[in-house]
Every structure is written in C-alpha cells, then in structure tokens.
C-alpha cells in the first residue's frame, strides 16, 4: 500500500515508582505508522498497552523516547490525535448534533466550514435523521458512531480506540466494528486500537503489534494481508487465513 509516514514512537520507555521500587512498563517501544493505516496492538493484560496509547495521546509523560507526528515532536495534549475510549462518553443533555460538534466548540473553531463538514459526516454515516436526537434515545452500536464521528470532526492525523467496542455485546460489536473500518479507511484516518480481541484485533488491522509481558517490548508486528477485493472485518473472518493469523497471534502471547 502507497502510505506516507505519519506516526514515529520512537524507543518509548516507561517506568513507574512503586512501593517495592522502580517498575518498568514499557521498554524501547519502536514502530512508525504509515498515513491511513490501522494499527491493532495486542498483548498480555496489565502490560502497558493503554499506558502507550496515553503517552501517544498526550496524556502521560514517556520516561525517555519520543512521538513524532508528521515530522513533528509532540508532547503534550495535541488537537492532531483524536481519542475513543471504551465508554462513548456522550454529554446526556446535550442533542447528537450537539454532542459531535462538542470536541470543535471546546477548541473555538466552530466555523460554518466546519458546520458543514459535520453536517456531512452525519449524512454519510446515516445519522443526519437523528442529530436532534438525544444520546438515550440511540442503541449502543449508533452512540458508538456519534463518539467516533465527534473525534472525526476536529480532524485528526491520528485516531487512537482504546477497547472501543468492548462495552459492546458481541452481536453489535461485529456490526459496529464492521461499520467503523469502514468509515475510517473510506476517511483514510490513521488508526492505532489497543484491544484484548485478538480476532478484532486481527479483522481490522493492516499490521498487529504484539507486547510481550511487562516490561513490555514489541515481540512482533505481523502484516495481515488478506487479498480480498472488498475487505471488511466481517468477510475477513470467513478466510482460511483469519484462522492462520490467529494460530500465530496465540503462540507468541502464549
């Protein structure tokens, strides 16, 4: 695929001060991300993967390293990295139209440009009809697509899902996962996920990068390549090679 690089980390390390001493989370994390590609990153539970999407966001400090976004350092909270968390996080009192523009009010940019930007987003994903609307009034699966489309509204580089869809059922986290890849690769938006699902992991990444246990270190990053003409996470599960890619996955957690 002809992407351009967007995201450098470059050797992340980070550690932590506890009662028994110094603890290592993550050490010399490297890997770059190519313009529009997702990312699923993978691993052990308790062994930093939402610690690195929190440094990659801004949120937390690396002990030592770097991210470098489109050739730029950034450290801090930057407006180029959107961030979806499990819960969707949607202002209850506040209309879906409301909701999505809240991430552009709060930066003081909502200008009619923007309006119509929004406006768009809402069309295409078929939730225009309900911008009026209020969040109790939705199922899961579309509140889901009111918090990804408010993210997409600032227009970030970088998108970051930290268990996004892990609130979800597993009927409607199939449907809703589905419909987000679709979104994110018909806006090109580059994407990291952090998940515990290795085969959602798997459906929706063009690389997976495996952690090892704490101190995490990358143990692999696998390419998934399926070769099929309309991929979507859904049909990408019905291939001989989901199960192969799986197969692989398992062993190097295990």
Not at 12 to 20: L, M
């Amino acid at each position: 695929m002809d992407y351009l690089a967007v995201l450098d980390v470059n050797r992340i390390q980070k550690k932590y001060q506890a009662e028994n001493g110094e603890i290592t989370a993550l050490k010399y994390i490297d890997f770059s991300v190519e313009k529009g590609e997702f990312i699923s990153i993978v691993g052990p539970s308790g062994c930093g993967k939402s610690t690195l999407l929190s440094i990659i966001a801004g949120l937390m400090k690396p002990t030592s390293g770097e991210i470098v976004v489109n050739g730029e350092k950034i450290e801090g909270i930057s407006n180029r990295i959107g961030y979806m968390l499990q819960k969707d996080n949607l202002l209850e009192w506040r209309t879906i139209y409301n909701n999505v523009v809240l991430g552009i009010e709060i930066q003081n940019n909502l200008t009619s440009e923007n309006k119509q930007r929004v406006n768009q987003l809402l069309k295409t994903y078929e939730l225009y009809d309900f911008k009026e609307k209020y969040p109790s009034q939705l199922s899961g699966g579309m509140r889901q697509r009111v918090a990804l489309i408010r993210t997409l509204a600032i227009n970030p580089d970088i998108l970051l899902l930290d268990e996004a869809f892990s609130a979800l059922d597993y009927q409607t986290r199939l449907t809703v996962t589905n419909d987000i890849y679709q979104i994110l690769k018909q806006e090109r938006v580059t994407t990291l996920m952090v998940t515990h699902d290795i085969p959602e992991g798997i459906s929706m990444a063009d690389r997976v990068v495996i952690l090892s246990y704490r101190p995490a270190v990358i143990k692999d990053i696998i390419p998934i390549e399926f070769g099929l003409e309309n991929r979507t996470p859904l049909n990408c599960r019905k291939t001989p090679k989901f199960s192969e890619y799986f197969d692989c996955i398992w062993k190097e957690l295990s």
